[in-house]
């Protein structure tokens, strides 16, 4: 190697360093300025640092950076290091590293994703675990997944609602008599969920808000007996 060529690599291996040491650094802009050189010039040896950032980095703008970062690199180096993120204790590492496999796409991850991390209790990392779920899973397994979608119909607020609608509604129509059968349980809020979900299905630009309230009143039209001898239906 010429003395040119050393120069180079040593001039590279500086910037690499000062990189990694930016993604620590008390400044989220430089956090974010560290995690785009690090995607614009990739190395397996970023990758460890990426994951571990990704489990305590409170902004959401570097998170997306970091993922962006981790996608520049082999999924042969990256998918391995984030499924051993799934065990965590920390959500957010959880989270994010469903949220990262769900954009690399690499379906080697796909028995990682489990019915544990798909109910899991903290409803980001089951949102994480929706999306992820829906791009990785493989043809044959679809109707599994839906089987496991369907147990968590009416959990949480708006946006977890609205995250598994779309969950279920990007599995097509092999859901649907899953779904179906939600509609007729006994649990008024999973019906509702159900009813607004194939609504979603049937309309996607009615919008999930109107699909609610659609649900709403055909559950008051049809149940408006036992709605007023139990005062359950809200």
Same mark, same amino acid.
């Not at 990189?19 to 040896?45: F, Q, Y």
């Given at each position: ?5 050393? $120069?180079? &690599?040593? =001039?590279?291996?500086?910037? !690499?360093? +000062? %990189?990694?040491?930016? *993604? ?95 109910? $899991?209790? &903290?409803? =980001?990392?089951?949102?994480? !675990?929706? +999306? %992820?779920?829906?791009? *990785? ?98």
């Amino acid at each position: 190697m010429t003395m040119q060529g050393q $120069d180079k &690599d040593t =001039e590279q291996d500086t910037m !690499a360093r +000062r %990189a990694l040491r930016g *993604l620590e650094d008390g400044d989220a802009s430089v956090r974010l300025r560290a995690a785009l050189t690090v995607g614009t010039d990739p190395d397996p040896g970023f990758v460890g640092a990426l994951v571990e950032r990704c489990a305590v980095e409170p902004e959401f703008s570097v998170r997306e950076m970091l993922t962006w970062a981790l996608t520049r690199h082999p999924a042969s180096g990256t998918v391995p290091a984030l499924i051993g993120e799934l065990g965590s204790a920390r959500a957010q590492a959880r989270s994010q590293a469903l949220h990262t496999l769900s954009k690399i796409g690499d379906r080697r991850a796909w028995p990682a994703i489990t019915r544990a991390l798909l109910s $899991d209790a &903290d409803d =980001e990392v089951a949102r994480s !675990a929706w +999306r %992820a779920a829906v791009v *990785l899973v493989p043809e044959e397994e679809v109707c599994e997944l839906a089987d496991a979608l369907v147990t968590q119909l009416g959990r949480g607020g708006r946006e977890t609602q609205l995250s598994l609608s779309r969950a279920l509604v990007a599995l097509g129509e092999v859901m649907l008599p899953v779904l179906r059968a939600a509609t007729t349980g006994t649990a008024p809020h999973v019906r509702r969920h159900a009813i607004a979900t194939e609504r979603l299905f049937r309309d996607p630009d009615a919008g999930f808000e109107f699909a609610i309230e659609e649900a709403k009143r055909i559950m008051a039209l049809g149940d408006h007996g036992t709605a007023r001898t139990t005062g359950q239906e809200e």
